[in-house]
């Protein structure tokens, strides 16, 4: 038996760990600080092994030497950095609806650590809605999605070709656009109560000057708000389940 393949596949296997592994580092929900840091090289060298049979194929190494090598690296690393982040970036709907959601529900002021985000400081709603839409995506089998859009993603940022910084940058401003959109869609039904709720405040101060207006509005603002959340939840995953889903359809084709 021979063994010259051995390096062959040694190489194709680092490659396909720096694509994977930047990913995974990025990714939300498996780049949480919680998480343990070998349980996050497990993943990635699973995933690995996982699209091993399936990718590699797709990378020119017959006859490749130490530079283009380093090279080729260096590009997988690059196409984990820009799926990564826009993966980020996707999930930052849910950051800018909590912030407009708490703003307009009195409780800006209720900060936690989002677990999607890395353990970085957040509006309690949109760590809720980013926690609940992380798990929303394994009931609803969207986590197949992703496996066939890291798949698809060898056919956009082919191992070897050019890179276009053009298209990942048209990209990820088309991602924070339809972020922010989603996230003010989200949001809407609170931004139009905070509305109604502060003018007819302001016309109930201007009526009844000797009434402490902010004594009792604030914890009627803050209990409508929460029975506003718990009568819209639906809908807002509902819109945010869809915002993921049309970005990975995209992906996959």
Excluded at 33 to 53: C, D, G, K, N, Q
Excluded at 159 to 174: S, V
Aim: glycine share 8%; charged share 5%; net charge neutral.
């Amino acid at each position: 038996m021979s063994v010259e393949w051995l390096p062959q596949t040694a190489l194709i296997y680092m490659l396909i760990f720096a694509r994977m592994g930047t990913m995974v580092m990025l990714m939300p929900g498996f780049s949480s600080s919680r998480l343990p840091v070998r349980m996050r090289l497990t993943i990635a060298l699973v995933f690995t092994f996982i699209m091993y049979p399936l990718v590699f194929g797709h990378y020119p190494v017959e006859a490749v030497t130490f530079y283009p090598a380093i090279a080729l690296l260096f590009m997988e690393v690059g196409v984990g950095l820009i799926l990564g982040g826009v993966t980020r970036l996707l999930m930052s709907a849910a950051q800018t609806a909590g912030a407009t959601i708490a703003f307009q529900t009195g409780l800006s002021f209720a900060m936690t650590a989002d677990p999607t985000q890395g353990g970085v400081q957040g509006a309690i709603f949109g760590s809720f809605i980013a926690v609940l839409g992380v798990t929303l995506v394994f009931v609803l089998d969207f986590h197949h999605l992703v496996l066939a859009a890291i798949y698809e993603s060898y056919t956009l940022f082919a191992p070897g070709a050019a890179f276009n910084l053009k298209d990942a940058a048209d990209m990820a401003i088309d991602v924070i656009a339809a972020s922010f959109v989603v996230g003010v869609q989200m949001a809407s039904p609170f931004i139009i109560f905070g509305l109604v709720f502060y003018l007819g405040l302001g016309i109930l101060a201007r009526l009844m000057p000797q009434l402490q207006v902010f004594f009792i509005a604030m914890p009627a603002n803050i209990g409508i708000g929460l029975l506003l959340f718990v009568l819209l939840l639906s809908m807002i995953m509902t819109w945010y389940m869809d915002h993921m889903q049309r970005f990975l359809l995209s992906l996959i084709g």
